[in-house]
C-alpha cells in the first residue's frame, strides 16, 4: 500500500503500522518523505484514511518539482519549508515557522537548520532573506 514511501514517526506502534503497510520506517527524520509526527490524524483513523494523509503529505510533488525543474525527493520538514516559501513568498520567519504548524514563540531553531541545510546544499542564494522575508530564489 505504502511502497516506495519513507515515514518518520517516533511512535513505536505506528512504526508498526506503517512497516506492515509497506513503508519504509527510517529512524531519522531528514531522511523521510513524510515527517508523521507533524500530523494530526484526528484519531481513530481507519487505514484508507491513513493512507489518504500520507498522499496527501506527498501530493505538493509538483510543486517541487516546478521550483527544481525536475523530480526530486527531499526531506519532509526541507520539502514543507519549500512548499510554505512557493506558495507564501515573503514571509517572515515566525510566520513561516506558524505555517509548518511550530508554536511561533518556540525556542527550537529546526526551522533555521533546515533552511541552512537547503542553502547549503542549493546554493545560498536558494533560499533569500530580504529585510527578514524569505522567499525561493535561484538554484
Known sequence: MLENIKIYSSDKYWQQIFADLGATVVDNQN???????????GAPVSIADLKKIIFDCLDHQD???????????LPGLQRKILVVLYKYPNISM?????RLGFLPDI???TVEN????LRKKYGHDFIQNENGKYRIGRL
Open 63 to 73: 510543486i517541487i518539482t516546478d521550483i527544481f525543474g525536475q523530480y526530486i525527493i
Open 114 to 117: 533546515a533552511v541552512y541545510q
Open 94 to 98: 515566525r510566520e513561516l515557522k506558524e
Open 31 to 41: 531522511e523521510a518523505d513524510v515527517f508523521f509526527d507533524d500530523i494530526d490524524t
Open 107 to 109: 525556542t527550537t531553531h
